[in-house]
């Protein structure tokens, strides 16, 4: 819905010459040197057409797209990539051509610093409404050499329980070998997921897999060979910041995730492949592909690029007081809680403590997260965890990655401070929580309930896992029976990983009804088919 245009008239600042743009945009120019495949073809096979003719040399461009973020009912932050150094602007208007009521919102130098990436805070916009806007770079040595404009769109967060919110999730892209394959068109799953018009996505870890080279082919066992575009940073195990840099540039070489987040804000969080497989603080590699043992190194020089490359303002320039974890109130109807399940664990080990205080979130971000669940008046918190909480997920042959390690019995290890939470929940009485997760490579839905737990003092609760939307495809792993879970679906690949041309990406829709409150989870796969439906009543401890 359009914005009133007496909102957007109150405030402007002065821009250079050539900024002042209006009327349709063209297609944006993409190219890549370092991206080739070994049918010979370019990242640019899988990008726009070629640059326009008035992009002469000297101006800067944005070939990476733009993104969007951090939405609020009055503000949202807008991100780009320059391929030089140079200043950005931000232009908004109610009008998808820009020809009328268009605002001008001045950002930073975009410098190597910052890997020439920079965002800027749009404010004092109006709540529950369709914004446009799109970013413009400019020489910071001849504001007139501008760069042809990036258009993307967002809407801010309602005000009212009246409007339905829709949001999508999963995880794991580009993991395990398969990347961009320009002979199947690339990610085409994003492009299928943007036509769902979802408000935001919450993007589940495993975002890039920083410790997974892209070889030019990969040999299928059907005799076929799927084909990946191969940059020079994608074919190491990245370790320097610039390498991690290259891995998350990586994906946006890709048009139909490109095209998606221009027009679908991001909530992403980390998990381990952002840094390396199954990484916990204080951990020393002994694995021959890294020169760099130390993980902590390895962990900050991956923020730090996490943090450059998304919409986080609290992440940029690898600010030591940002958290990874945060909660984004997106209107009466809807809190989503992002937890960091990386950054403050213990060591993965046996998980046959019978005291863990660390656990698997430490406990400032526990307290922290009980708190906020405490003061939540939205009729539905999802808890967005990087890992599920029943699934037994193994580190080696004797120690555990996740929560869960296959004991039965009464909670133990990192499942200690699961318990303490879910506690936490049903005696303080919060009602409509629901977990979403990804990180295991299959799609699953599962319910836990205490009359099947060995620990019994809980609410009964969802639990939803999606992903990959990118990756190889994993069997279904067995479940813990310490928190009573039950599977009430799952779908999963035949053997361990399988590429996505033999099983297509999975991701989920959440649909919250603004009249009703009722939520509403789908589980998808690539092709449009909805594989299983659960609808859930608002206003309940647990169901």
Avoid at 469 to 475: L, N, R, S, T
Wanted: proline share 8%.
């Amino acid at each position: 819905m359009p914005y009133t245009r007496r909102s957007l008239l109150g405030g402007s600042i002065a821009v250079p010459v050539g900024l002042a743009l209006s009327g349709p945009l063209g297609t944006q120019a993409f190219a890549s040197s370092t991206a080739t495949a070994a049918s010979g073809r370019t990242a640019g096979a899988v990008g726009p057409a070629a640059a326009p003719a008035f992009a002469r040399s000297g101006r800067p461009s944005a070939p990476w797209g733009v993104q969007s973020g951090e939405i609020t009912a009055h503000s949202a932050t807008v991100w780009t990539r320059s391929d030089r150094p140079a200043r950005m602007y931000v232009q908004t208007s109610p009008s998808e051509s820009f020809r009328y009521g268009v605002r001008h919102h001045g950002g930073p130098y975009l410098g190597p610093g910052t890997d020439h990436t920079g965002t800027v805070t749009l404010r004092d916009l109006p709540p529950g409404q369709e914004i446009h806007y799109r970013v413009v770079l400019a020489d910071p040595g001849d504001p007139r050499r501008c760069s042809r404009p990036v258009q993307g769109s967002f809407r801010t967060t309602p005000v009212s329980r009246r409007r339905n919110v829709r949001f999508l999730w999963s995880g794991d892209l580009a993991g395990q070998g398969w990347g961009i394959n320009p002979d199947l068109g690339g990610y085409r799953v994003f492009d299928e997921m943007r036509l769902r018009d979802p408000d935001f996505f919450l993007f589940s870890g495993d975002t890039v897999y920083a410790d997974g080279p892209l070889q030019a082919s990969v040999p299928l066992r059907d005799g076929s060979t799927w084909h990946n575009v191969t940059t020079e940073e994608k074919s190491k195990v990245a370790e320097t910041l610039d390498e991690f840099r290259g891995t998350f540039r990586y994906n946006l070489l890709d048009r139909n995730l490109r095209d998606f987040n221009a027009h679908v804000p991001v909530l992403a969080q980390w998990d381990d492949h952002e840094v390396r497989n199954n990484w916990y603080p204080g951990q020393l590699l002994d694995d021959p592909r890294y020169t760099v043992r130390d993980v902590d190194t390895l962990a900050s020089r991956a923020r730090r690029a996490f943090g450059e490359y998304f919409p986080v303002t609290d992440l940029r320039g690898g600010r030591a007081e940002g958290r990874m974890y945060r909660v984004m109130r997106y209107g009466p109807l809807l809190d989503v809680f992002v937890l960091d399940m990386r950054t403050h664990r213990n060591a993965n080990s046996p998980g046959r403590q019978t005291d863990d205080p660390i656990g698997i979130l430490g406990a400032e971000q526990l307290a922290w997260l009980k708190r906020e669940l405490s003061r939540s008046r939205a009729a539905w918190k999802v808890i967005a965890a990087d890992m599920p909480l029943g699934v037994v997920v193994p580190d080696g042959a004797a120690n555990f990655e996740a929560v869960a390690q296959g004991d039965p019995g009464a909670p133990l290890g990192r499942e200690l401070q699961i318990a303490e939470l879910l506690r936490h929940i049903k005696h303080q009485r919060i009602t409509g929580t629901l977990w979403l997760t990804a990180d295991v490579h299959y799609t699953a839905a599962h319910h836990y309930a205490p009359e099947r737990a060995a620990f019994a003092d809980f609410a009964p609760f969802w639990e939803f896992v999606s992903g990959p939307v990118g990756a190889g495809g994993f069997p279904a792993g067995r479940l813990d029976a310490t928190f009573g879970p039950r599977t009430a679906f799952v779908r999963s690949a035949p053997f361990a990983n399988t590429s996505p041309s033999e099983n297509p990406p999975y991701y989920g829709e959440v649909e919250i009804d603004g009249d009703s409150g009722e939520v509403t989870v789908r589980l998808r796969r690539q092709g449009g088919a909805v594989l299983f439906t659960k609808t859930l009543q608002p206003g309940r401890v647990g169901q």
